[in-house]
């Protein structure tokens, strides 16, 4: 069973919005506190060969998502979504 069933949805789903994803960690994660939960997002993802989500990106989805609230989300964001 996942601990993080939210973020292995959303990162499973085809099109992996990276909002959904960020929103995801967001509701599953604690976003004050260490990596700790972040490695082990990336090493479930991992397990279930998942690849691309290193602890960085992870923390960099979250981050984005928590300084960008959904209301006034635009797509255009998304373009330099990676770079935050």
Avoid: C
Wanted: no cysteine; net charge negative; aromatic share 8%.
């Amino acid at each position: 069973m996942s601990k993080f069933p939210k973020t292995v949805a959303a990162v499973q789903k085809h099109d992996r919005s990276q909002w959904e994803i960020g929103d995801a960690l967001l509701a599953e994660t604690d976003i004050g506190g260490s990596y700790d939960e972040l490695e082990e997002v990336a090493a479930e993802l991992e397990g279930l060969n998942i690849e691309g989500y290193s602890v960085t990106h992870l923390s960099n989805l979250r981050r984005t998502a928590h300084n960008f609230p959904p209301i006034g989300r635009s797509n255009r964001l998304l373009a330099g979504f990676n770079l935050l």
